[in-house]
């Protein structure tokens, strides 16, 4: 079930996005058939509501967004960006445990 916080991002409104958040933004590059994108991605909503604003996730479906993946030189999924101020800040690649994912998120807050 799709959290409502969630953003999802095309290469239409990609940019747009990216450059409007203030905040940090987790994006996730995920595939409908990726187990691991799966498994994550209620970590991932969990992270972002626990923020109270301060993180947005946004997810970026791979399969209907290649040009974003290859932007992005996105080969492993999941990969998630951690982007501030419109600019990436850092990654994670693979269906880490939420306490890296927080760690990155405090180091970058």
Known sequence: MANPETV???EENFDAA???ETGLMMVDFWAEWCGPCRAIA???EDLARES?????LAK??????????ARYGIR???????VKQGK???QVIGAVPKAKLQAK???LA
């Open 8 to 10: 999802h991002l095309t």
């Open 18 to 20: 990216i450059g409007r």
């Open 42 to 44: 209620p970590v991932l």
């Open 52 to 56: 109270a604003g301060k993180v947005t």
């Open 60 to 69: 970026v479906n791979v399969d209907e967004n290649p040009g974003l993946a």
């Open 76 to 82: 492993s999924i999941p990969t998630i960006l951690f």
């Open 88 to 90: 990436v800040s850092d």
């Open 105 to 107: 998120l405090d180091a």
